[in-house]
């Protein structure tokens, strides 16, 4: 009986041991994959702050041409009043 019990307490303890050592290797990846996202976040922040600063521009020299071309129209319907009265 004795036997049976210290063959057991040895394949707990075994089986322990990998278990921890599964778990710490399954932390340290979990670690990896978390700091490669992390780059990935830090590289895509980068990114929206880029395209969010040059949609700003063009939406304001859309602005403007938009404010050009809209007084250029009146000035033209101001003209064409004049050559009608």
């Known amino acids: 009986m004795q036997t049976i019990f210290k063959e057991l307490k040895q394949d707990l303890k075994q089986l322990k041991d990998e278990i921890k050592l599964k778990a710490h290797l399954g932390k340290a990846e979990a670690e990896d994959e978390f700091e490669k996202l ?3 976040y830090d590289k895509l922040v980068v990114k929206v702050k880029l395209f969010t600063n040059e949609a700003e521009k ?3 020299n859309t602005g403007t041409a938009l ?3 809209a007084e250029e129209v ?3 319907i101001n003209r064409i009043r004049k050559l009608i009265k």
């Open 67 to 69: 404010k050009v071309a």
């Open 58 to 60: 063009t939406a304001e």
């Open 74 to 76: 009146v000035a033209g």
């Open 38 to 40: 992390e780059k990935k």
